[in-house]
């Protein structure tokens, strides 16, 4: 017997989660601020709940969705705190390490269980054997929620107990995806200000991408191992990541192009050349990312 599930949220994620659930058989009750939001639920089967306080009251497993934690803290801190105990709020809101600390605190003060998950992928990626979303918190509940959290997403994984764990790495794995697009746009302005074709950037992109990807593989596996000096098995040392990167700089400089991402990338390059790192491995300036210069 499929639990009953309430969704607390329908925007663009949390409209996909709960078309994610009607889909895999789960009886859902879904509730949002601007009720036109739920129409598409309703239709899909979904009952539709006046209020906060009545979503909570149809379903032993609470899923929200929602902006932020703030507003997470708006909708059940308040009468609807006492309707919540005994049962599980799986908050799966973009938020801090510490937000789902103090939050997992409040929901002990309460007697809520309380797990909290970080989606990584987009609404098109739930309900989908890769949809990947990271959880963290008490692993009995998580255990026995498995089989809905994975019609949310085919890749559900429990990180650790420490509530944190999963918004720690949604961060971590943000700045990756970040560096990336921010890349993305870097290139684009480089190839707008020498008339390269955007086509031919994507398709030289497919091309590179793999490369890329076994470089940033082998920086974190380096990382890890302390094998910052280069060796044998090195890929490519500082020296000429930075002659290749002066050429960009020199490049963007000529055709006026923005410098603020270059900039920092440029800092970091600089710490560690002055530290005598030129001819080790691109891992050895992992040492001076990790505290404010
Ligand atoms: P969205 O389409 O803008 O939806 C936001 C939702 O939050 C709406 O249901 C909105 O209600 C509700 N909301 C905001 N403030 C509220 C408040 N004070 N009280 C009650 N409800 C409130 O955003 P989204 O893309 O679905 O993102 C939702 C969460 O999922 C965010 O934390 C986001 O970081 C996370 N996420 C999104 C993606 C993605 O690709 N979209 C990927 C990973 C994680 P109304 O409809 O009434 O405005």
């Not at 994975?150 to 107990?161: E, I, P, S």
Request: charged share 20%; proline share 3%; glycine share 10%.
């Amino acid at each position: 017997m499929k639990p009953a599930i309430t969704v607390l949220g329908t925007g663009r994620m949390g409209a996909a989660l709960a078309h994610a659930l009607l889909k895999a058989g789960y009886s859902t009750t879904v509730w949002n601020r601007t009720i036109e939001k739920t129409a598409a639920l309703a239709a899909a089967g979904a009952t539709v709940a006046a209020s906060v306080l009545d979503a909570v009251e149809a379903s032993e497993i609470i899923v929200v969705n929602v902006t932020d934690y703030p507003a997470t803290a708006a909708l059940l801190r308040g009468d609807v705190a006492s309707a919540l105990r005994g049962k599980l709020v799986v908050e799966l809101t973009s938020g801090t390490p510490n937000g789902a600390r103090e939050a997992g605190e409040w929901s002990t003060e309460y007697g809520v269980t309380y797990l909290d998950g970080a989606i990584m992928a987009t609404p098109d990626f739930i309900g989908t054997e890769h949809g990947t979303i990271l959880v963290s918190g008490p692993r009995q509940p998580f255990e026995q929620s498995k089989e809905m959290l994975q019609a949310l997403g085919g890749n559900v994984q429990h990180v650790g107990d420490d509530l944190g764990l999963a918004n720690a790495l949604d961060s971590a794995l943000l700045a990756l995806m970040w560096g990336s697009l921010f890349g993305a746009l870097q290139s684009i302005a480089v190839c707008r200000a020498e008339s390269i074709d955007l086509g031919e950037l994507a398709r030289q992109w497919t091309a590179t991408a793999p490369v890329v990807e076994g470089l940033v593989t082998d920086l974190i596996k380096r990382t890890e191992a302390g094998r910052l000096a280069a060796d044998d098995e090195t890929l490519s040392s500082i020296s000429p990541h930075y002659s290749a990167f002066r050429h960009l700089v020199e490049l963007m400089d000529v055709r006026k192009i923005d410098r603020t991402v270059v900039d920092g990338y440029d800092a970091i390059f600089r710490r560690g050349i002055a530290a005598g790192h030129l001819h080790d491995d691109f891992a050895a300036l992992s040492q001076f990312m990790e505290k404010a210069g």
